[in-house]
């Protein structure tokens, strides 16, 4: 960026002005996901899809990381390479990818590498491994793995012995990491009043930071089946909505017309 700054303004003044960078910037890579103006915006929500869109030359950037020792370049090449919509689609190379990644500590890489092997995608199936990993990236706090385990010990996967505590203790961990899913799970069973010493105002506090995440299922099961929480939770909902400016009518409970406004400029849509 500080070269195209430079670049840029040698062309507008005619090469008089030239800027210079100070500083003690890290070698540390970082990727920026907004689209720049005209570009569609990358499908954040499919990481295979979002780093599958990276041109070729982009690409070979990323391997030079990688073969440097940058985790988060080999998470994005071991993306690239489970593209099944592609030529590239190389599962047992992202296997390797992601296992070189998960040695180095990466929590991300962890996680993928588990679901590689409860799958058996580009390796045999191996649930004692996979769930070591997702143990490993959870140790690490990773909202995915947190979540992830969450399910697993309240369904019983992976031969876990169904364990609703423990999976209780999971899924807060992920919703408190601000993941939305296990946000608006945990509101769901604080509503249902399976979690002690929490109720409506905690389950509204949930939906709420899952709602303002941007997803938009969450929207969508609000505005359309909100019956499924208690009459109190929605009401504590609405009480929230109010409190930051997203609505301005009464707490009752029902989500007609002006708490579904609310609702949608809470997620972010502007009318």
């Known amino acids: 960026m500080f070269r195209q700054v430079r670049d840029e303004v040698l062309e507008r003044t005619r090469n008089l002005q ?36 990276l041109r070729p030359q982009e690409e070979e950037q990323l391997a030079a990381l990688a073969t440097q020792g940058d985790t988060r370049s080999m998470v994005g090449l071991a993306y690239r390479r489970l593209n099944a919509a592609s030529g590239d689609f190389r599962p047992a190379e992202a296997v390797e990818l992601f296992t070189r990644a998960a040695e180095a500590g990466s929590p991300v890489a962890e996680f993928e590498l588990g679901k590689l092997y409860e799958k058996g995608i580009g390796v045999d199936p191996d649930p004692a491994r996979a769930l070591e990993l997702y143990r490993q990236s959870a140790a690490q706090e990773f909202p995915d793995a947190l979540n992830d385990l969450g399910y697993l010990y309240f369904q019983g996967g992976l031969g876990l012995p169904v364990d609703r505590r423990r999976a209780l203790a999971y899924f807060e961990r ?31 506090k949930y939906l709420y930071a899952a709602l303002r995440s941007g997803n938009a299922n969450v929207l969508d099961i609000l505005e359309t089946r909100s019956d499924m929480f208690k009459l109190e939770t929605r009401k504590a909902l609405q009480a929230l909505l109010r409190e930051n400016d997203f609505y301005d009518q009464g707490i009752d409970g029902q989500f007609g017309e002006g708490t579904r406004r609310g609702l949608r400029r809470a997620y972010g849509q502007e009318e």
């Open 18 to 53: 030239e800027p210079h960078t100070y500083g003690s910037l890290s070698g540390v890579p970082f990727y920026l996901a907004g689209p720049a103006q005209g570009q569609d915006r990358l499908p954040e929500a499919d990481p295979v899809l979002a780093w599958a869109s």
């Open 174 to 204: 992920a919703a408190d990491q601000r993941h939305p899913e296990a946000q608006f799970n945990f509101a769901a069973l604080v509503d249902d009043g399976l979690v002690p010493g929490k109720g409506p105002q905690d389950a509204a």
